[in-house]
Each structure stands twice: as structure tokens, then as C-alpha cells.
């Protein structure tokens, strides 16, 4: 027997999730799935027969809280073995195995994550160290487990044709988009209505390019039947579904008149998160939107003729950024906000693996970052930007 302790905190939740449903065929194995730093070292402290295995999935900017949490844990528990994967590790494996980590896999879990528990379990394992990942067939997999009742998100795309180079997606899931098959959204969205959960929200880099080749050019006939039918299926059991909003967002040129239709026809929300990002041509050309401003500025107007707010993401301190760049920011994030807009603020952080991860975090100037305090004070704008600049100074400290 192995006993398999996944720490599912609320931040990691939904790649915890998928593995959950990974591992259901895995008889021999005992999981539990702590969602505290309490309960994590209370499910470690049982009397428990076999190996054990302690598993976290967790992003760079959990990286020093993990590592400090590691570290006592296997004071404490020195037979256990540390099994890391999710962003951080796949980025940056071997840093991960110096963070305290018998094994750091690098890419998708599905296929190589219960392998690894079944070689555990019987004497086969390989040697500590780097396991490589596998690109997942989404049809083959589960996007919930009801074996173990961890639901959230329904993860509907993986993957990301754009490549900006301030984001992981492309780098970490590749460029090309693979789309969840729409029976295996249907069976997760049947599962988690037939236990009382009715708002079903879903997990794709872009909600409208569900069922498109290659994420650029929209499918409408892929994307309306996707949303008909899971429409379809929620209301016959009271629940409702949110496309394109949080942890989805749409890309603005993908927002049409006959996507917003979409919206208004079959979902339940009547906000979408857009991601904008900056304000000039030059600057979305240096990370690689693949829009210019015109998108951004053409999606809001869209939202506001079909009385849809638009949650606009923003990132400040973006390397090369010039103060003509900080000046057009401004200037449309004011004009956004005219239409109706929510403006969504994040400091540029260098994330591992992506092209800008040499940089230095942002540095927010003080005419931006009175200008976004405005902004807040007349409830236009939110965002975690203090945080993350916080976050870039304990560490350039």
C-alpha cells in the first residue's frame, strides 16, 4: 500500500484536482489531500503501513513558502518521499530538487504521476531526481475526481498559440491548443451537479477559441455547441455556467458581436476578463500579444453595446516599457474606465521558462502608481500589484 498525502491548497487546487482524477484507477494507493499546512502535518503524523508520499503542486511565487514548509516536514518525517510538480518545477527542476524535493517533474502529470506512484509502490522506482512529463490527451483523463470528490474549474483547453513573453502557458503546454472533448466536460459537469454544485465554471487561456484548430481563428459552431449543451445540462439541474470569466479570461479580438451573443444566450455571467495588458503598438509587439490597441479598445466598446463589464488585465512594469508607454497606458485605462470597464492590475513578475525571466521585476513609477491609486478610490480598479511588487522587493533583498 502506498499512502499518497497532496497538499490542496486553495491556490493549486485545480492541477491537484486533475491529478486526483489521474491516479482513480490506482488501487493500491491511499490519498488524502490536506488543504492546510496543519492538516498536511497531521495527515503526515499517522501511523501509516508502506511508503509514503508527499506531493505539492506550486507556482514561483510560492516557491520560499514551500521550501520553508518542506524543510520541516522532512525533520520530521525522514522516511517520506517529496514529490513536487506544477509550474515551478517544470520550469525549473533542479532548483526544485534543491528546495528539498526527492523528484521534480517537468511538464503534464497525467500520464507519468501514477506511474511514478505505481513504481513507488513496487521497488521500481527510478532514481531520485528529474522526471520529464508528458503532453496529456485531455480525452483521456478526467477534469475532476469523484473518486476523491475534489471538484473546481473544469479545464476545457490546454495550450496557447501566442507565446507571450511575459506568460508560461505556451511554454510550459505548448503552442499547439488541445480542447477537452465535449463528453468529458458533460460527465465533469454531471458529476459535480449531481453533488449540489451549481455554478460551473471552467479553466482555458482563451474561453472563445474552445474548439478552434489553432486558437487564432474562432470556431463559433465548436464554441456554441460547447456552450449549448453545457447550458443545457446545468439548467435541467438548477445550476449555471460562466464562460470567460475568472479563472478564464477571452482575448479581445476574440470578442465579437457573435461571441458576446454567445455570452448573453447560454452563460450566467455578465462580466468577461479580457487580456489587455498594455496601451501601444510597440509594447504589445515587444511581448508578443499578437493584437494591437485597436482589439482592446473595439472589445469595450462591444461590452458596453451588449451591457457586459469587461474586467480589463493590465501589468505594470513591463521590461522596455517607456514613459511614453506608462503615458498611453494611462490614457486608455482611463478611457476604459469611461466605457464601464473594471481595470485588473498586476506587477510584472520574471517567471522561470518564459523569454522574460532574466528580467528585472517591475518598478512601478510614482505618477502610475498614483494614478492606479485614483483609479482604486473610485472603485474602477483592483488588483494584487502592491503584493506583487512587495513580493519582487523580499526577493531582489
Known amino acids: 500500500m502506498l499512502n499518497l498525502v497532496f497538499y490542496h491548497s486553495r491556490e493549486n487546487r485545480c492541477s491537484v484536482n486533475a491529478l486526483a482524477g489521474a491516479i482513480e484507477p490506482l488501487e493500491n494507493v491511499n490519498a488524502v489531500f490536506p488543504n492546510t499546512p496543519a492538516a498536511l502535518r ?49 520550469a525549473e527542476p533542479q532548483e526544485t530538487l534543491a528546495l528539498g524535493f526527492d523528484y521534480a517533474v517537468a511538464g503534464e502529470g497525467e500520464k507519468v504521476f501514477p506511474e511514478l506512484l505505481l513504481a513507488l509502490d513496487t521497488g521500481r522506482a527510478p532514481a531520485p531526481g528529474v522526471i520529464k512529463g ?32 511575459y506568460c508560461q502557458t505556451s511554454f510550459l503546454f505548448g503552442a499547439r491548443q488541445r480542447h477537452r472533448p465535449l463528453p468529458g466536460i458533460l460527465s465533469a459537469m454531471d458529476a459535480m451537479l449531481s453533488r449540489g454544485l451549481k455554478d460551473i465554471r471552467f479553466i482555458t487561456p482563451d474561453a472563445f477559441a474552445y474548439g478552434s484548430a489553432d486558437g487564432r481563428a474562432l470556431n463559433l459552431p465548436a464554441l456554441e455547441e460547447f456552450m449549448r449543451r453545457a447550458h443545457d445540462l446545468a439548467e435541467a439541474r438548477g445550476g449555471r455556467i460562466y464562460v470567460g470569466s475568472f ?151
Open 247 to 397: 479563472p478564464s479570461e477571452v482575448r479581445p479580438e476574440h470578442v465579437t458581436p457573435e461571441t458576446l451573443a454567445l455570452v448573453k444566450k447560454y452563460a450566467y455571467n455578465r462580466r468577461l476578463v479580457i487580456g489587455a495588458q498594455t496601451a501601444t503598438a510597440a509594447a504589445l509587439r515587444a511581448i508578443r500579444r499578437g493584437h494591437g490597441p485597436e482589439a482592446i479598445m473595439n472589445a469595450a466598446r462591444l461590452c458596453k453595446a451588449h451591457k457586459i463589464t469587461p474586467y480589463m488585465d493590465f501589468i505594470l512594469g513591463l521590461p522596455g516599457e517607456t514613459p511614453e508607454d506608462e503615458d498611453a497606458s494611462m490614457a486608455m485605462m482611463t478611457e476604459l474606465a469611461a466605457l464601464g470597464a473594471m481595470i485588473h492590475t498586476h506587477a510584472f513578475m520574471p517567471l522561470p521558462g518564459t523569454p522574460l525571466a532574466g528580467e528585472p521585476a517591475a518598478v512601478i513609477g510614482p505618477r502610475m502608481e498614483a494614478f492606479i491609486l485614483r483609479l482604486e478610490s473610485r472603485g474602477k480598479s483592483f488588483g494584487k500589484w502592491k503584493e506583487h511588487r512587495a513580493a519582487a522587493r523580499r526577493k531582489r533583498g
Open 134 to 165: 508528458a503532453r496529456a490527451d485531455l480525452g483521456a483523463y478526467p477534469a475532476v475526481s469523484e473518486r476523491y470528490g475534489l471538484f473546481g474549474p473544469i479545464e476545457i483547453t490546454r495550450g496557447c498559440p501566442f507565446a507571450c513573453t
Open 42 to 90: 497531521e495527515a503526515l503524523a499517522r501511523p501509516a503501513r508502506g511508503i509514503t508520499v508527499a506531493a505539492f503542486s506550486f507556482f514561483t511565487s510560492q516557491k520560499e513558502e514551500t521550501a520553508e514548509l518542506v524543510a520541516r516536514l522532512r525533520a520530521d518525517h525522514p522516511g517520506t518521499v517529496f514529490l513536487a510538480g506544477g509550474p515551478h518545477a517544470s
